[in-house]
């Protein structure tokens, strides 16, 4: 429907004179601290899960943000944490620097993306002003690096945009929402660096169309995601896929499926930490098969509802309409029998009887049979007389506003009337000798609703046809369930009697995890108190 009214143009449709773009994902090794981090977010999600903190004092959102923080960088948790060398950051400082000095003669120019840690002057610490810092103490000038948010106006924005093009600043540091739709400074753009990943594919898209877009002098142009092995970053960017994949079947080029899997959560659900912070391919073979499952338990249940339809078809439905039809073909070819005793007399008139009077001319019948219409006391049917051995009555139609003729045998046939008097007794000539098609028709229809049934009683026999993919995923999923329940508990630390008995029992992640999979519902984004929309951003 959507596709009925929309017209989509998509990039490999228009052909635009763009750069052919190179993109990668450079992939940083976490630090040990972050590893530790990244841990105690599990037992953070763990302990929400089990509703044992008040979620104003942590929620799953604090959570997202704080992964999402550690995956860039552990000192935006506290500035007095060591600085890791192979963070994702100083990668991409060394990328920047190397960037920076090929393209020198010609005034190469690169973008910097980064939603987190803007620059707020506060004195607190930012991925900003830490990367600037270091390219200077590289070699670059500072003058030639510049951040978006530091041209608070239009005219400081576009005096900005004017250097980056002309190669006076080469380094350009923004956040999607400041430096995405409406930032012109492709001329020498050559490389974009994202050190963190948008929540919407959009704003993927917004950043990567800073470079890909005509006007730029560069033939080949390197797009690089950067991401930290082991914590939420790859998430992120699985979700992303996801959402974009979801997006992908309605705006395209070319036809559209006809249903779709929409995937919009912003906060990670418990099971997904579980899943990143262990680091156990067992748990995300769990987590893919418990969608897969999932997703098949609710094509089974549709097949039951519709085998169930079926069923009652079959046992009501069908019968009541064979029996109904073969009623009304048998009450039709009586009353064509009817109609043959009572032709019409050829190039005369057969006589009509109307409250009692009978008229032998056509015309004055008609006219009768009009002025009857004008004496009806309201729109209900009324029985006036007779034509040619059927019972004649009158009613108002109220919804084609129009008076009808319905002559009965054993079946009723509404006639609509005009204003000619002439015109009106020729309407119920030709109603009396259309039952030869009114005996087609009917007979058709019955014959189709006997091969209707024929087909429902097949169809209904039929197993679900992804019965032994179900089983054998479900077995599958049981036997993981079943190793991951012992490897929670072979890793469980050990605890005093007497303090177990004065915990609280809490419920593992993993015994949710195998709650999680004989549900079919998809997990909605958590809301806090201060998240009254649910949105994570």
Not at 246 to 263: A, E, H, L
Request: charged letters at 30%.
């Amino acid at each position: 429907m959507f596709k009925e009214v929309a017209d989509i143009k998509t990039s490999d449709q228009l052909h635009l004179p763009v750069p052919d773009a190179k993109f990668e994902t450079v992939v940083a090794k976490p630090s040990e601290i972050q590893k530790e981090m990244v841990q105690e977010l599990s037992k953070r999600a763990a302990k929400i899960h089990s509703g044992a903190v008040d979620a104003s004092e942590d929620n799953m959102l604090c959570v997202t943000n704080d992964g999402r923080k550690i995956g860039l960088d552990v000192r935006l948790m506290n500035p007095l944490l060591p600085d890791d060398p192979n963070s994702k950051l100083n990668t991409c400082v060394r990328n920047v620097l190397q960037i920076w000095e090929d393209g020198k003669e010609q005034k190469l120019t690169q973008l910097l993306f980064c939603d987190l840690s803007t620059p707020k002057n506060d004195g607190n610490f930012n991925v900003y002003d830490d990367i600037r810092k270091k390219l200077v103490a590289a070699g670059v000038p500072e003058s030639e690096i510049e951040f978006i948010h530091d041209a608070d106006t239009e005219a400081k924005k576009a005096a900005l945009f004017s250097k980056v093009r002309s190669g006076d600043v080469r380094i350009l540091l923004g956040s999607t929402a400041k430096m995405g739709a409406g930032t012109n400074v492709q001329s020498r753009l050559v490389a974009v660096h994202h050190l963190d990943v948008g929540w919407k594919p959009s704003d993927m898209t917004q950043r990567n169309g800073r470079i890909i877009r005509q006007g730029n002098q560069n033939k080949q142009v390197r797009i690089y995601n950067y991401v930290t092995e082991g914590t939420f970053d790859s998430y992120l960017f699985q979700t992303l896929e996801n959402k974009q994949r979801f997006i992908s079947q309605i705006m395209t080029s070319k036809s559209p499926v006809r249903s779709c899997d929409d995937v919009d959560e912003q906060a990670l659900s418990y099971a997904e930490i579980k899943a990143l912070c262990a680091g156990n391919p067992l748990i995300k073979e769990k987590m893919d098969l418990d969608v897969q499952v999932a997703k098949l338990k609710v094509l089974k249940a549709d097949h039951q509802s519709q085998k169930f339809r079926l069923e009652d078809k079959l046992l009501t439905k069908f019968p009541a309409d064979i029996q109904e039809t073969t009623a009304y073909i048998a009450g039709v070819k009586s009353d064509a029998e009817l109609a043959a005793a009572h032709p019409q007399v050829q190039e005369g008139f057969c006589g009509m009887t109307i409250r009692g009077v009978a008229y032998d001319e056509k015309k004055t019948a008609g006219e009768r049979l009009l002025l009857a219409c004008s004496e009806l006391p309201n729109s209900e049917e009324k029985v006036i007389g007779s034509y040619r051995g059927f019972e004649l009555s009158l009613r108002f139609d109220t919804y084609h506003s129009e008076y009808q003729a319905l002559l009965k045998g054993q079946r009723k046939y509404p006639v609509a009337l005009g204003k000619d008097p002439l015109g009106c007794i020729i309407r119920l000539d030709h109603s009396l000798n259309d039952f030869p098609e009114r005996i087609t028709s009917a007979e058709y229809e019955l014959a189709t609703l006997k091969q209707q049934q024929a087909a429902a009683q097949i169809e209904v026999e039929k197993p679900f046809p992804q019965e032994e993919e179900l089983a054998e995923k479900s077995a599958r999923l049981a036997e993981l369930n079943a190793q991951l329940d012992v490897d929670e508990k072979h890793h469980e630390p050990e605890q005093d009697e007497e303090e177990r008995e004065d915990e609280p029992r809490r419920p593992s992640v993993l015994a949710a995890l195998e709650e999680k999979a004989d549900k079919t519902e998809i997990v909605k984004p958590f809301k806090s108190y201060l998240d009254k929309d649910g949105d994570a951003r």
